[in-house]
């Protein structure tokens, strides 16, 4: 199983339009988890992290279940400028800063 | 606001050549990472450094890569003798603690 796995997309979608992704994790030990988001050539930028309460940033919403280990990432209203790659991105366990990636999910959102 | 600062943007070198790629960490965090990322594939961990010192290293980095911190601000990656297959986008991250901040990267190529 890998470490962490994303549906790779891609995913195109209108402007306007909630798009959901999702993301499991191998490793029950991992206590930080990450959404990054990049954008082709360029380096992966921080969007939120993620907590087991769940939390929103203004049009995203992330969500933490750790008995499925499982992450997911709402994006509503969608934007033109959210066309980007979006990766999960967990901590390789316990209190190692070792970020691992997962291998992104393609989105482009069509006008 | 703050960013960490990569040089050079893009580097080419021979076969069994030393590289140094440079980063200039955000000021007031204390946790500095190296990642690469071959072109197609996802970003992986290569090595952190925390309190003058490694933390925690994975697999690719072996004995041809070392890092330095030389004084107080810059924060070095060096390839001793670089092969076809270090080609790559080098990114350097900082953190306070949670998430990493990237810089833009080095695009690596050995020919």
């Known amino acids: 199983r890998k470490e962490v796995e994303q549906d790779p997309g891609p995913f195109n979608v209108p402007e306007g339009a909630t798009v959901a992704f999702n993301c499991t994790y191998s490793n029950s030990a991992s206590q930080s988890f990450f959404w990054y988001r990049q954008d082709c050539r360029k380096e992966p930028k921080l969007l939120m992290s993620?907590?087991?309460s769940g939390n929103e940033d203004g049009r995203f919403t992330a969500q933490l279940n750790r008995a499925s280990q499982y992450i997911s990432l709402l994006i509503r209203d969608s934007k033109l400028s959210d066309s980007a790659t979006y990766l999960c991105?967990?901590?390789?366990?316990?209190?190692?800063?070792?970020?691992?990636f997962g291998s992104g999910t393609q989105l482009t959102v069509l006008p | 606001e703050p960013e960490v600062t990569q040089t050079p943007s893009h580097q080419v070198t021979q076969m069994g050549q030393e590289v140094i790629l440079r980063c200039v960490p955000i000021s007031n965090h204390l946790y500095f990472y190296w990642y690469r990322q071959i072109l197609g594939q996802k970003v992986e961990f290569l090595v952190s450094?925390?309190?003058?010192?490694?933390?925690?290293k994975s697999e690719i980095f072996d004995d041809q890569f070392s890092v330095e911190r030389p004084d107080g601000s810059n924060f070095t990656l060096k390839i001793r003798s670089t092969k076809l297959e270090d080609s790559a986008m080098y990114f350097c991250?900082?953190?306070?603690?949670?998430?990493?901040?990237f810089g833009q990267g080095t695009r690596l190529t050995v020919v």
């Open positions: 450094f925390y309190n003058n010192e490694i933390s925690e």
């Open positions: 991105v967990v901590n390789k366990g316990g209190s190692a800063r070792q970020l691992t």
């Open positions: 993620v907590y087991s």
């Open positions: 991250a900082s953190s306070p603690r949670g998430g990493a901040f």
